[in-house]
């Protein structure tokens, strides 16, 4: 089974660790007997969005999230027509947040129906524990989530985030809303930065038997569900 | 008014430094409560004819610690902020502290440390005269924000009428001098060790911090410090007054401007920056070059975060060394694991995440995506050990270094680590973890600290 990954801006969206969710994805889609490609793609070459069956996007920092507005807008409607076709699409840290209208003055992609208020002066900070809401949850989903959020960001309210907040210091998409991310189809994008499949291997399973489908098999992965145990007990004492 | 004002503040700020000395209390105490009361003393104050200020992600403690040891050896008196002591409230305890009751600071130099976030709180009331900038990495990112995030906030602490020293191989603290008269640049040559690659994980010099176009590097001395130049506009490494224009890895020296040659044992350039910078403050302040560098060489002898221990296992001892790096900065476990593969023998290492800050509580562990770990895959490293709280996250990282799982052992407890890292039977053996979890290696029952600091 020939599965395609697409690494978008892998070089300046990529400010907290992100390359790990490639790097573990493309190793257990392997492990499963995929033939997997993964294609790095940055400023200045073409992305053919409808090619891939994942496409990601990290974090960066408020310069390069511009960079790769001004960089993606010309393939906005490819990347639109993707998720329209029901590709896997994950977007995190401050990278989802592109999609929207407008940041502050400068447009978005204008892909979905939101606006974003940046105030670099303020920023919100955080270890996080999110529980999938009912939009998420149709993706037989159901355990938290845990991570850090690290942005100077408002979302302007949206009808289906990906989270409700449990522990946060700080605030979700806006504040005290205590709701986070957005999902729509198989577009997933949450403020969480770094390697949340890795961190997350409930997701990532989800996301492996998306891809896979009936060729997917339960495996154990011990480390990273020893980790998440135990980030998971950690965050649940403060 | 003004000057009874100084005179209380001074009074004041002695009085509770005294007192929280007695207590074995922290030296921004004093300050604090000075400032509530007389929250624009900082301004008042007659400061000597230089004042030199250090900032930058790494090493600001040990650059400041070394210039005032030159300093000191050059003749010059000096006031200067010790460690954890350089936000406003450390810099007011400092310079009160130093004042005569006239408000008067009475060495011949102020020195400070300042935290690169809060520079801007304190540099309002007075500006320094001098000011080095050593880096900008990706250093604490859940505190300290990224590093253009800091580079902004440093900004806000910068007037025209202080010089800046720069270092020119880091390509966003040069930004700093980027059209700006009179800044002063201290950086190395090329040297025989430089790499044509930027071979660790991710590259923050890949683009331009001006135009955001691509650069293009001429060499790197680590991760993205090196020569490089932009491809559109044009910003390039800067010429350097202090250079660093040989590095002898064998012999551990290295040559500065041609001239002057001191033994710095080293790993990489990384640890001879805060060299360059001392020696490029040395200078300015007027001490003579000859006299710095006998310092230099002297301050090298009794300092470093280096520590040797025996380890006891039964019958047997196990003698290793510790490396103190800084968890979630990867620049500085990169420079641990290049002094681990450094050795050629066969060697032991064990890697300790239990908690991530000894300041404050986080378990973002996204910071270990970001280290060379790979370098470890090497044919001379035959046991690693990951210990503590995350070590599972350490697992999953090390899943994709290439090392062999049967070579690695995982263990929640760093006594459990200590075991099976005692066990292996290697002629070298290296502990690598932060200043948060060393205590717990060192503080093991049969664990003795032999020497370093």
């Given at each position: 089974m020939d599965?395609?990954?697409?690494?978008?801006?892998?070089?300046?969206?990529?400010?907290?660790?992100?390359?790990?969710?490639i790097r573990m994805l493309e190793k257990r889609l392997k492990e499963q007997g995929a033939n997997v490609t993964v294609d790095r793609i940055t400023k200045g070459e073409t992305p053919n969005f409808m090619e891939y069956d994942f496409i990601y996007c990290g974090s960066g920092t408020e310069n390069k999230r511009n960079m790769a507005v001004e960089y993606l807008k010309p393939y906005a409607k490819d990347l639109k027509a993707a998720i329209e076709a029901d590709k896997i699409v994950l977007f995190t840290?401050?990278?989802?947040?592109?999609?929207?209208?407008?940041?502050?003055?400068q447009?978005?992609?204008?892909?979905?129906?939101?606006?974003?208020?940046?105030?670099?002066?303020?920023?919100?900070?955080?270890?996080?524990?999110?529980?999938?809401?009912?939009?998420?949850?149709?993706?037989?989903?159901?355990?938290?989530?845990?991570?850090?959020?690290?942005?100077?960001?408002?979302?302007?309210?949206?009808?289906?985030?990906?989270?409700?907040?449990s522990m946060l210091s700080g605030d979700g998409n806006s504040p005290k809303d205590k709701m986070e991310g957005f999902v729509y189809k198989n577009f997933f994008g949450t403020g969480l930065t770094g390697p949340i499949l890795v961190k997350n291997p409930h997701f990532l399973k989800m996301i492996l038997k998306e891809l896979l489908g009936e060729k997917y098999s339960e495996m154990d992965y011990k480390n990273e569900e020893k980790a998440y145990e135990i980030t998971l007990s950690e965050l649940s004492k403060r | 008014m003004k000057k009874i004002k100084i005179f209380l503040a001074v009074i004041l700020c002695k009085t509770i430094h005294f007192l929280a000395g007695l207590l074995g209390r922290g030296s921004s105490i004093p300050g604090a409560i000075t400032l509530k009361i007389f929250p624009d003393i900082l301004s008042l104050i007659t400061?000597?004819?230089?004042?030199?200020?250090?900032?930058?992600?790494?090493?600001?403690?040990?650059?400041?610690?070394?210039?005032?040891?030159?300093?000191?050896?050059?003749?010059?008196?000096?006031?200067y902020n010790k460690e954890g002591s350089n936000q406003i409230e450390g810099v007011t305890t400092c310079l009160l502290c130093n004042s005569t009751l006239s408000g008067k600071v009475k060495s011949d130099v102020v020195l400070l440390e300042s935290d690169e976030r809060f520079a801007r709180h304190t540099f309002k009331h007075f500006h320094p005269t001098d000011y080095i900038i050593t880096n900008l990495y990706r250093d604490q990112l859940t505190r300290n924000g990224h590093p253009e995030w800091v580079y902004g906030v440093i900004s806000e602490s910068i007037y025209p009428d202080t010089r800046l020293i720069l270092n020119a191989d880091d390509p966003l603290v040069s930004k700093f001098g980027y059209g700006r008269e009179g800044t002063l640049y201290f950086g190395a040559d090329h040297v025989s060790f430089d790499s044509d690659t930027n071979d660790s994980i991710y590259h923050d010099g890949k683009y331009c911090p001006v135009c955001g176009e691509k650069m293009e590097y001429e060499y790197f001395h680590y991760n993205h410090i090196g020569k490089y130049k932009c491809t559109s506009c044009n910003y390039h490494r800067m010429d350097t007054t202090w250079s660093l224009t040989d590095a002898d890895l064998k012999n551990g020296t290295i040559t500065i401007n041609n001239e002057h040659t001191l033994s710095l044992p080293f790993s990489s350039l990384y640890q001879c920056y805060n060299t360059m910078a001392a020696f490029a403050a040395a200078e300015i302040c007027g001490v003579d070059a000859n006299v710095a560098i006998s310092a230099m060489e002297q301050f090298h002898l009794k300092s470093g975060r280096i520590m040797t221990f025996d380890l006891k296992d039964g019958e047997k001892t196990v003698s290793g060394t510790l490396l103190t790096s800084k968890h979630e900065n990867s620049i500085s476990y990169d420079q641990s694991i290049r002094v681990v593969t450094g050795t050629e023998k066969d060697t032991t290492v064990m890697?300790?995440?239990?908690?991530?800050?000894?300041?404050?509580?986080?378990?973002?562990?996204?910071?270990?995506?970001?280290?060379?770990?790979e370098m470890l895959d090497s044919d001379n490293v035959k046991r690693v050990v990951l210990a503590g709280k995350y070590c599972?996250?350490?697992?999953?990282?090390?899943?994709?270094?290439?090392?062999?799982?049967?070579?690695?052992g995982i263990y929640e407890t760093v006594a459990e680590g200590a075991k099976d890292f005692a066990a292996s039977n290697t002629d070298e053996h290296f502990v690598v973890t932060c200043f948060s979890d060393k205590g717990k290696f060192t503080s093991l029952e049969n664990v003795t600290v032999t020497g370093g600091v």
């Open positions: 599965i395609k990954i697409l690494f978008l801006c892998y070089d300046f969206m990529n400010l907290y660790g992100e390359n790990g969710n840290g401050n990278a989802w947040e592109m999609l929207g209208n407008k940041i502050n003055d447009d978005g992609l204008k892909i979905f129906d939101f606006d974003v208020i940046e105030d670099y002066t303020k920023r919100l900070v955080g270890d996080a524990i999110l529980l999938p809401t009912e939009d998420l949850k149709s993706k037989n989903i159901d355990k938290p989530f845990v991570g850090f959020i690290n942005k100077c960001s408002v979302v302007s309210e949206r009808k289906t985030p990906m989270f409700n907040v | 400061l000597p004819e230089k004042v030199v200020a250090v900032t930058g992600s790494n090493g600001k403690t040990s650059t400041v610690e070394m210039i005032a040891h030159i300093l000191k050896a050059g003749g010059k008196t000096v006031a890697i300790i995440v239990d908690a991530v800050s000894r300041k404050y509580f986080t378990s973002e562990t996204s910071w270990l995506w970001d280290i060379d770990f599972y996250d350490l697992a999953s990282r090390f899943a994709f270094t290439g090392i062999s799982e049967d070579k690695i």
